[in-house]
Nanobody, 127 residues
């Protein structure tokens, strides 16, 4: 079991930046691929970004590529999502997710692949 806690959400103007954090606790000595998803009101939860356990692989949704960056700090058991050039359409609750993997290169963009989820953090971008 791993527990995930997101932080860093808030209200920002269009064009601004935020950095989300996802702190993992519990069985963090295991290998986990990590991902960020978001869900706007009335919409399905959608993929934003993913990073492999080794950190060697990343993947992004087309809508955020070039603006968002996912990274991880092994020493702090924390995954980050740096969000730049934010747009009103980025407004959503952002969720961190984890999936135990057997190797360093796995990463997933399908929310059904993830077993562990955080509680979410609200990001609101005003126009």
């Amino acid at each position: 079991q791993v527990q995930l806690v997101e932080s860093g959400g808030g209200l920002v103007q269009a064009g601004g930046s935020l950095r989300l954090s996802c702190a993992a606790s519990g069985r963090t000595f295991s290998s986990y691929a990590m991902g960020w998803f978001r869900q706007a009101p009335g919409k399905e939860r959608e993929f934003v970004a993913a990073i492999s356990w080794s950190g060697s692989g990343t993947d992004y949704a087309a809508s955020v590529k070039g603006r968002f960056t996912i990274s991880k700090d092994y020493a702090k058991n924390t995954v980050y999502l740096q969000m730049n050039s934010l747009k009103p359409e980025d407004t959503a609750v952002y969720y961190c997710a984890a999936q135990q993997v057997s190797g360093g290169g796995w990463l997933f963009s399908n929310k059904l692949e993830y077993d562990y989820w955080g509680q979410g953090t609200q990001v609101t971008v005003s126009s």
